[in-house]
């Protein structure tokens, strides 16, 4: 069962473009949202988390932002440099998981920005 | 580095061995996470960690597998018997003992392959 969809699954963009990313869930009940960069073969890097009061969080070029009503979650990148190029993962805890320790995953946004 | 550690990073194997994975977790976090990660996919929850109780293990957890943390520090996963289908990366993650924040922080991951 699919709870968490990122879309799309893969994304080219020019240099200096500004893009979004969406991710979405089946179950709008969540708690907290944590959006990762993962670059090939190696682990998560954390980049934002929402905890469940907020509606967004910056930082830097980054800014993730969480409608709990609708069920879904953006990450917006400004100026996009080639070292932004990764698969970008977003994770929540959800409460059809019954859990508030166990992060759900999408299948992430791979994302290459070219010189 | 005052981040999460895992060892080792690559692990071949055989059909039918055992193998042991650990996880170091930042010092100060009490709670400790592994997950699993195939190839295209997001990480998929495998068993959690407060300080050395195990608290929540995933039906993905099958008998073959075994995780503990002894002290509360480090973790350990183990898989015994093997199956080709156990390969993946495992990805240990901590978080801290805030109310409220449970940001996860993720390590580098040890990648399994069974041949």
């Known amino acids: 069962k699919q709870e968490v969809t990122q879309i799309p699954a893969a994304l080219s963009v020019p240099e200096g473009e500004n893009l979004v990313l969406n991710c979405s869930f089946t179950?709008?009940?969540?708690?907290?949202l944590q959006w990762f960069r993962q670059d090939p073969g190696k682990g998560l890097t954390s980049l934002l988390l929402i905890q469940s009061s907020q509606r967004e969080q910056t930082s830097g070029r980054l800014n993730a932002s969480l409608d709990k009503s609708s069920g879904r979650s953006t990450l917006y990148i400004a100026a996009s440099q080639p070292g932004d190029s990764a698969t970008y993962l977003c994770a929540g805890y959800l409460l059809s998981s019954g859990s508030a320790r166990q992060l759900t995953f999408g299948s992430g946004t791979q994302l290459t920005v070219l010189p | 580095d005052t981040g999460v550690s895992q060892d080792p990073r690559h692990k071949i194997t055989k059909r039918g061995q055992n193998v042991t994975f650990r996880c170091d977790p930042i010092s100060e976090h009490n709670r400790l996470y592994w997950y699993r990660q195939t190839l295209g996919q997001g990480p998929e929850f495998l068993t959690y960690?407060?300080?050395?109780?195990?608290?929540?293990k995933s039906r993905l957890l099958s008998d073959r597998f075994s995780a503990e943390r002894p002290k509360g520090s480090f973790s350990t996963l183990e898989i015994q018997r093997t199956e080709q289908g156990d390969s993946a990366m495992y990805l240990c993650a901590s978080s801290p003992r805030v109310s409220g924040n449970n940001e996860q922080f993720f390590g580098p991951g040890t990648r399994l392959t069974v041949l």
């Open positions: 960690f407060q300080n050395e109780a195990q608290l929540e």
């Open positions: 179950d709008s009940a969540i708690y907290n």
